[in-house]
């Protein structure tokens, strides 16, 4: 379906990137180059529009995404800056889903880096065309040629650079626009248009000509008149290339400095013209159904963040999928079918919330006091059945448990961690119920430091970490008689029972069976039930060695009552007595859980990966191959994979990934019991 022309034209652009190439600076100059602001800020002064939180003014990196619009020729391009550093890449993620086109800033300072190819692998993956930016032109030791020659390894031939710089570092004068064949150089008085400078006219009509190459096979009329000698015009060529662009089947190069503000009113341009209408995939009925843009169309909303500011409380930040929005529309959510009333809308620019009466399909919209609105939920008319099921949860890397200051902090904290986990998709929070600690899963060190620092400053809370404990477990070494006798006689009423229990091991995993082989009423009826609690306690406490006890059969052969002081309660702590002398009289195992973990990695890291498995005690079921990934199925002890996420992803440059559950309980060596 033909997006509606009646409407404003909204897109959204996702800036991505490794660390420290200078999206939010980028971000800032495409809003100072299309007439959203006067001046740029910095990032080294925490006074960009999106580097204003004080955890990333501290650290220097964008921790979440960020947003303000771009107007170009009256179209409305949302541009989405995201954090480079690898441990927020689920906002890189996050914003891909939304985005009608993804920009990948590379500097030209230090190239194609791991983290570069991991970012590109994430747009792919997305179905987003790509626009390569090249910055960072006019810093020392910038070197275009070994940047462009680096991104041709990575994405092969349908790279195409549309512009070239003039000169480099502090020579760095201007652009070379490949297809119109003209200078560009950028001065107090704006850019400046003239002739190519003799200096670089023979380099500009070699990859000139690849260009226009690359451009006429897109189009079968353009290649027949091209070999035949003519020169399509500039029109043809354009409106070869925007299709081209749109459909991924060229990826372009523009290139400049954000700082310098040289070459982005162009790479502005560029993107009005590639962001075209993505169709957005959503699940209706159970069948995966493109929404195309169209504000004449149903009205659908996808959540892609929230925020909770200090002053508005908590902001849902949405797609317009399709459909227009206006201020006092009334929606469905899709995951919880709940009605969810909208009061006001706004658009973000930086942190700047500004009121709007609409928002047409392609556009971004925050609204505030949807307070059952979570990351990837779906909003839609009443009757629709969607489901987005879009937000893929990161496999954690690294989990720590919390200790606070004082005992009893556990709730305080609790509640503020859940309040982070709001805003932030990638942090889990759950309770280790070995330790009775709080365990937080994270996406690595700095992730970590983050999120300790908002606690410290939102919620005064004050945390120390220390790894979670190793699940653990005690076995009853071989099969035994127990006896369980309790006498007392305190004044009034005594406490009189006696148990005999025939205890035997079981396979670890069936935790616990209890038979009642009673006789003769040795053990009155409604006893049993308490002499069974009894046993279930004891297990639960823990046997000798201080762990909770696992896979043993406990059978009631015989036992003694008296008609005065016997009691449900004499008969439980009877039956914990028994079962406790039991297991010192033969002894326990300790037992540690083996988990069976799946990794999936490409084929080229597969043997680090299985290196890394050997060291820790791992023990390989399988290995197999999908193409380029090879999929390793382990078992590894619980014990030793804390870090394994953070492992895996420096053995694999961040493109593997892990699944870990249950699978069995073994014999703990020594190492570990005594750990
Ligand atoms: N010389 C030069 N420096 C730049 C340019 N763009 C950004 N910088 C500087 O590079 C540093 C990092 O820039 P940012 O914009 O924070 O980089 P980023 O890509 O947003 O980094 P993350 O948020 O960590 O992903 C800052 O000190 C910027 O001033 C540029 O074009 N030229
Ligand atoms: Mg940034």
Known sequence: MVPSLSHPKARTVALVGRSGVGKTSLLEALVVATG?????????????????????????ISLGIAMAP???????????????????????????????????????????????????HLAREAGVPVVVFVNCLDAERANFESTLSALERLIGPTLAPLELPMGEGASFEGIIDLLADEAITYGVGGPQHGPIPSGFAEIEARVRSSLLEAIVVGDDSLTERYLEGEVPSMEELEAVLAHLMVSGTIVPVACGSAIRAVGIDRLASLLDEIAESRPIPVLEDGNEVPLSRDSD????????????????????????????????????????????????????????????????????????????????DLLTRRGRNMSGGLVSAPTPALSVALVGSSHGDDDKIATALHRLAEEDPSLRVRHDPVSRRLVIDVMGDVHLQVTLERLRRRFNVEVATTPPSVELFETIAAACDAEGRLKKQTGGHGQYAVVNLKIEPLEPTASFEFVDAVVGGAVPRQYIGAVRNGVEKAMTHGGPKG???????????????????????AFETAASMGLRAALEEVGTTVLERIMVVTTTVPSEHLGDVLNDLSVRRGRVIGTEHE????????????????????????ITSGRGHVRIALHHLAEAPKTVTSR
């Open 297 to 376: 169309a149903d009205l659908v909303l996808r959540a892609f963040k929230v925020i909770v500011d200090p002053y508005v409380g908590r902001i849902v930040v949405m797609e317009v999928v399709s459909g227009t929005i206006t201020s006092d529309a009334s929606l469905v959510n899709a995951r919880t079918k709940s009605e969810e009333r909208l009061h006001g809308l706004n658009y973000l620019f930086g942190s700047k919330l500004i009121p709007i009466d609409k928002g047409y399909a392609g556009d971004v919209v925050a609204v505030a006091k949807l307070n059952n609105v979570v990351v990837g």
């Open 627 to 650: 193409e380029l990934t090879a999929v390793v199925t382990a078992h590894v002890p619980e014990a030793e994979l804390h870090r394994y996420g953070l492992e895996l992803r420096n």
């Open 36 to 60: 959203g602001l006067d001046r740029p800020g910095k990032v080294e002064e925490g006074t960009t529009l999106c580097g204003t939180d004080p955890e990333e003014r501290k650290h220097q």
């Open 547 to 569: 762990h909770p006890v696992v896979g043993l059969r406990a059978t009631l052969v015989d036992g003694k009552h008296h008609s005065v002081d016997s009691s449900e309660a």
């Open 70 to 120: 771009v107007w170009v020729g009256g179209d409305k391009l949302t541009i989405l800056d995201t954090p480079g550093f690898i441990d927020f890449h689920g906002e890189v993620e996050r914003a891909l889903d939304v985005a009608d086109v993804a920009v990948l800033v590379v500097s030209a300072v230090d190239g194609v880096q791991a983290d570069t190819v991991v970012v590109w």
